[in-house]
């Protein structure tokens, strides 16, 4: 695959317009798009589930400290 290639910008009424070519196709259908210098930079959005954001995190060995260990017992409620 080519790492860059020559396209042409078209206008859509206030808008510029890009075709990406097959080649450069990105997943989805929203991206990032960004300015640095003159250079326009396009990401892809990933739009991972939380569950698989937890699932690359190392797992918790921690020991926390019991909160409510000097508090009063709650009394029972009644309505």
């Known amino acids: 695959m080519p790492n860059s290639c020559h396209v042409h910008l078209y206008r859509n009424g206030q808008n510029q317009v890009l075709t990406?070519?097959?080649?450069?196709?990105?997943?989805?259908?929203?991206v990032l798009l960004r300015k640095v210098g003159s250079r326009l930079i396009i990401e892809p959005i990933r739009h991972d589930s939380l569950l698989s954001l937890l699932s690359t995190l190392p797992e918790i060995t921690d020991n926390f400290p019991d909160v409510d260990e000097e508090?009063?017992?709650?009394?029972?409620?009644?309505?």
């Open 20 to 30: 990406i070519p097959q080649e450069f196709a990105l997943p989805g259908k929203e």
């Open 71 to 79: 508090l009063l017992p709650l009394d029972d409620i009644i309505l």
